[in-house]
């Protein structure tokens, strides 16, 4: 029986200096793929807005859409833990709008843990939920539903008091009970610096090689992303145009009539098919 990746199992991986591995899928497909490759934590990020259903960004994503993603993606997985964004605005109105939308969406797909962007601003919605039993990761540096305010995709923590003030809203989740925390877009030496002031895990991604672990794009993996490549993305293989010549392949055999080929086609008795020649 396949042992499932759980929180636990996490935590239990840092404190023997295991990294830990985290991908993003959005659909069952990708799923299985995820899952048995043998990453340790699958997350359905709000990202799907822009990499799955087209948006500029992560702001138009709904719950509904989260959840819909989320049961597929759950289907999918034996071993990988699940874990699930909470999409803008969801958290954001009051601690317990917040714990009824996760606990909707936990209770809904049956993923493990719930995600939310911020820090000390959030501390007290992260306890809430915490306190009802659900599992909760922080994420913090360059959050994407604050993209506006941040004037863009942009590096945080370079100058002292961002640094410190990403360093206490990272103390403050701990305290507030997360079971780990996404550095994202912050310089390598900060995400050293509190990954180990931390006892929680830390999940980089363009935080440095020192976080517990790391995550990427299920697409920017593969290589199925075409334009948007961020700095901190490496493509561990080169898919999209593999896929693209496959397609062509199959429309040209269309076209010249070789597909589909005799091995791919049903037969039926010749004398049925003489009757109903002979009826019609």
């Known amino acids: 029986m396949t042992t499932k990746v759980t929180v636990r199992t996490i935590a239990q991986m840092k404190n023997r200096g295991e990294k830990i591995t985290m991908a993003t899928a959005y659909d069952f497909a990708a799923a299985r793929v995820v899952d048995e490759a043998g990453i340790d934590t699958i997350l359905v990020g709000d990202s799907l807005g822009m990499v799955v259903l087209g948006y500029e960004n992560t702001l138009p994503v709904t719950i509904e859409d989260m959840i819909h993603h989320g049961k597929a993606v759950v289907r999918g997985t034996k071993r990988a833990m699940v874990i699930i964004d909470m999409p803008f605005l969801t958290y954001q109105v009051s601690p317990e709008e917040a714990l009824r939308n996760a606990g909707r969406i936990i209770q809904e797909t049956g993923a493990t843990a719930v995600k939310l962007e911020g820090g ?80 929680l895990p ?79």
């Not at 995709?153 to 989740?173: I, M, P, S, T, Y």
């Not at 898919?239 to 062509?248: G, I």
């Open 120 to 199: 000390v601003e959030i501390a007290d919605t992260v306890k809430k939920i915490v306190g009802a039993g659900i599992p909760v990761f922080g994420h913090i540096g360059l959050t994407p539903q604050a993209v506006g305010q941040m004037g863009g995709f942009v590096v945080q923590g370079r100058d002292e008091k961002v640094a410190a003030q990403l360093v206490e809203d990272a103390l403050a989740l701990q305290e507030a009970g997360a079971c780990a925390v996404v550095l994202e877009g912050i310089p390598w030496q900060l995400g050293k610096f509190i990954t180990e002031k931390l006892a």
């Open 202 to 280: 830390t999940i980089g991604i363009g935080a440095g090689v020192h976080c517990d672990g790391q995550v990427l794009v299920y697409h920017d993996i593969l290589g199925l992303q075409t334009d948007l490549r961020p700095k901190f993305v490496k493509s561990f293989g080169q898919f999209y145009q593999l896929m693209v010549e496959a397609m062509r392949n199959y429309a040209a055999e269309v076209k010249a009539a070789t597909f589909p080929a005799p091995e791919h086609t049903f037969t039926m008795d010749e004398t049925i098919m003489a009757k109903i020649q002979e009826k019609y």
